[in-house]
């Protein structure tokens, strides 16, 4: 009883492979690196990783952000670049270091930091250089680059670090400041090879940049949400690319009215959504109310307990995706999906 009422988020393997070609594709000859912080955008590391390196067009690229997501990535992806670029303690960088993770470097202490690790255990520490180029969150400044890479490319003649790579992030505020940043990371990138580098991974767009603003690619894309089939909060629909996860829950009481189903707020599910439509066996069915593991929905005819309803996703009515339902709230998919907790059982499909 207790696991057949537990919410599931259903998640179709299959559905995610289709957006990672359509990506690629989109993309080439720019290399997909698949960003998988938090949890691989609370989808799960292990599995998408797996099925990453399965494809027929395997992802050999992956963006973990901090050390401990990368390493869970390099238990499954022995062969790929793997790229953590949280800042990290002189510990994990040793951790990274053994397992040939690759490190974002934003600021010069860090990059003294990894200089001093790698010295320390004679491995050469893979770096990529980021450039601030406006959006102000971590990054050297354009006034600091010209010495911050003087001293990098010291340690890389003196075998401490290689510098693979320039990146950095745009705020996707507007066009105009995206192309002024693409501006000023061409210019570092400049620098960098004056003064004798060759950084081969050059990497400035996520996800809808990357789709939209294809000038704007470098040699490798950094993208999570296209992939996990969540499309921006307000943007359109991305052809050939559709959401992987379903959040699913069981009806538990019928009240006449009002149905009860076995998610709630405590499963992270926002209670402001109520107002929301959902899926049911007697059609699209509006939340009354969210509490905290349970949430009233208006009652349909011949409800019974244990029916299920589609919250959001895939579903064969006309269900919200996630982003849908975050726009409601203002917020963006993302965050409906990587706020549901450990409590919600995370079943993987083909
Ligand atoms: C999360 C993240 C990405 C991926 O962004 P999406 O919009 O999900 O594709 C890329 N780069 C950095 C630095 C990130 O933190």
Redesign the pocket.
């Known amino acids: 009883m207790d696991s057949l009422m537990t919410p599931t988020l259903e998640i179709s393997r299959g559905r995610f492979l289709q957006n990672l070609a359509a990506v690629q594709e989109r993309i080439g000859p720019a290399r997909l690196m698949l960003?998988m912080?938090d949890d691989a955008y609370g989808h799960g590391v292990e599995w998408a990783v797996a099925a990453a390196i399965d494809a027929a067009r395997p992802v050999e690229m992956f963006?973990g952000?901090d050390v401990h997501t990368s390493l869970r990535i390099r238990e499954r992806a022995e062969q790929a670049t793997v790229f953590a670029?949280a800042s990290s303690t002189d510990e994990e960088v040793e951790l990274a270091l053994h397992a040939r993770i690759e490190l974002g470097v934003g600021d010069a202490d860090y990059l003294s930091r990894v200089i001093d690790v790698s010295r320390r255990l004679g491995r050469t520490a893979r770096v990529h250089l980021k450039i601030d180029t406006g959006l102000h969150r971590n990054g050297i400044r354009p006034e600091d680059w010209s010495r911050v890479v003087a001293d990098a490319m010291t340690a890389q003649r003196a075998g401490a670090i290689e510098v693979v790579g320039v990146w950095s992030?745009l705020a996707e505020a507007s066009d105009a400041e995206d192309d002024e940043s693409a501006r000023a990371f061409r210019e570092a990138v400049d620098v960098v090879r004056a003064m004798g580098g060759a950084p081969a991974s050059l990497h400035l767009t996520?996800?809808?940049a990357s789709w939209w603003r294809p000038e704007l690619r470098g040699t490798v894309c950094?993208?999570?949400?296209?992939c996990y089939g969540i499309r921006s909060a307000d943007g359109p629909e991305i052809p050939g690319v559709a959401p992987i996860a379903a959040l699913r829950a069981r009806v538990i009481e019928d009240r006449g009215d009002d149905v009860v189903i076995g998610v709630g707020s405590f499963h992270g599910l926002p209670s402001i959504l109520a107002g929301a439509s959902i899926g049911t066996p007697g059609g699209m069915r509006e939340i009354v109310r969210i509490d905290q593991t349970r949430t009233l929905v208006r009652g349909w005819s011949g409800a019974r307990v244990g029916d299920m309803t589609t919250v959001f996703g895939p579903g064969d009515q006309d269900e919200p995706d996630a982003t849908t339902l975050a726009e409601r709230i203002g917020t963006v998919g993302?965050e409906i999906i990587t706020r549901l907790t450990g409590t919600v059982r995370r079943v993987i499909e083909d």
């Open positions: 960003a912080k963006g952000y670029w992030h996520a996800s809808a950094r993208i999570g949400a296209f993302e």
